[in-house]
């Protein structure tokens, strides 16, 4: 039986807060277990998440962020966007969007957009041990 550890981390959704999602992201991946450059990448990439959700829809009111630690295969990361009133806006790529989410996919062994009838919700990520 896998045992997992589950953190979960609500934010306002403005910029001033990613200090805190950065700060929170290397305390749970350096405590599963990550090594000092694979930290480094996982919060990079939570960061570009975050910016990235925040950036694409504007009436986002929170940031909810979940850790999944699998302790002997790596770590999930889910970041989704909340809000009290939906005012749902379709999603567009554009490049400056899309460098964001290449860098993610860089730093990190799966990363993907979750969808709802072409509406982005959040990303979910993860990283394994030694990857």
């Given at each position: 039986m896998m045992e997992m550890d589950n953190i979960?981390?609500?934010v306002?959704?403005?910029?001033?807060?990613?200090?805190?999602?950065r700060l929170t992201t290397s305390a749970v991946a350096s405590?599963?277990?990550?090594?000092?450059?694979?930290?480094?990448?996982?919060?990079?990439a939570v960061s570009e998440a975050g910016?990235?959700?925040m950036?694409?829809?504007r009436s986002i009111e929170w940031l909810e962020l979940t850790f999944k630690v699998d302790k002997e295969k790596g770590m999930?990361?889910?970041?989704?966007?909340?809000?009290?009133?939906?005012?749902?806006?379709?999603?567009?790529?554009?490049?400056?969007?899309?460098?964001s989410f290449y860098i993610m996919q860089s730093l990190m062994d799966v990363v993907e957009k979750t969808m709802d009838n072409g509406v982005l919700r959040?990303?979910?990520?993860?990283?394994?041990?030694?990857?």
């Open positions: 979960y981390l609500k306002p959704a403005k910029p001033e807060y990613m200090l805190v999602i405590r599963a277990g990550f090594g000092v450059d694979e930290i480094e990448d996982i919060k990079l910016t990235y959700v950036n694409h829809d999930w990361i889910d970041i989704f966007a909340s809000k009290s009133v939906h005012r749902d806006v379709p999603f567009f790529d554009d490049e400056q969007i899309e460098l959040g990303i979910k990520m993860y990283k394994k041990y030694g990857g």
